[in-house]
């Protein structure tokens, strides 16, 4: 008798012996993130290969079907990262080469960014995470951008991937967000240069959130004896590049100006002449050999802050280790 009920009690609990709808157990929140994904893949999708190609969409599916096409693949920093060039020349290998697949890359990319806020429902909420699907949904930034074939998608939804790594590790602090965190920003440096706009965006939050951590702990006085010539290297360091930096610069100014007619500047002519050689030297004008001692200032600069942080990280360790902050500002394995 009891084995007869252990039989029957799994084959209950089979996943093939459920019905499909309670094997997924769908909700309310559930069934509008499902509608949303098929309102994503409507506006996405629907004629999405009708409209000619743009200037830069031409560029961008000439070379992933140069790819597709077995004439290979040269990374230059005019078409950016290569990101988009494998996944339009994989479309092309799985679906054909045609207009419409090579947006369809984009699209795809264009839903998920749609259902991205589900996975922030713990901090906005769950109707919070909701609205912030709606407006991604009917963004017309968005929209466009999941219907072109530019590298705009791939980046944004990549530092989504980042923004939301970032907020579950802070909380949880496990090694699978850390995962997630190099992945997006692999995805990011792979597909544009605005990636290191977005670095300087979520590093600066990190680094002021962990200054404000260190400042106000309770073992902080007890360090600070330890940390006064690493602070005074930081200080050395942000002067030294800070003079080579605006010793360019000026030069540059006063070149833009005017003030210094640079040599080789052709003064009559609607446009210059492509076969004539470059030399314009400005900067040289203005600098002469300084320039080389300046731009020498600005590399020992950042060196020099370089090594000042990793010196202020050590004198501060074991008790910066307790911060989150500090494992995703990349030293934390420091010695």
Known sequence: MTDQHESDEHTTQDL????FIASI????EKTIYLIFIALALLTRLWGVGDR?????ESLHTQYSYQYYNGQGYQHS???HGPTLF???AFSYWLLGDNDTTSRIPVAIIGTLLVVLPYLL????GRLGAIIASFLLLISPYITYYSRYIRHDIYVIAAAALVFIAVQYYLRKRRDKYLWWFAIGMALMFTTMETSFIYVAIFGSFLAIALVVKVLTADWFREVLPRLLRPLMLLLAALIIFTIGFGGVRYAASEVEEGTVEPAGVVEEGFAADPDQALTVEGLDDVLGQSETILRGMQVTGIFLLAASLFLLASRMRPHIDGFAEFDLGGISDLG
């Open 121 to 124: 429902r713990g901090w906005i």
């Open 52 to 56: 000619v190609v743009s200037h830069d």
């Open 25 to 28: 157990n769908l909700d309310w």
């Open 77 to 79: 920093p005019l078409m």
């Open 86 to 88: 494998h996944a339009t």
């Open 16 to 19: 093939l012996s459920r019905p």
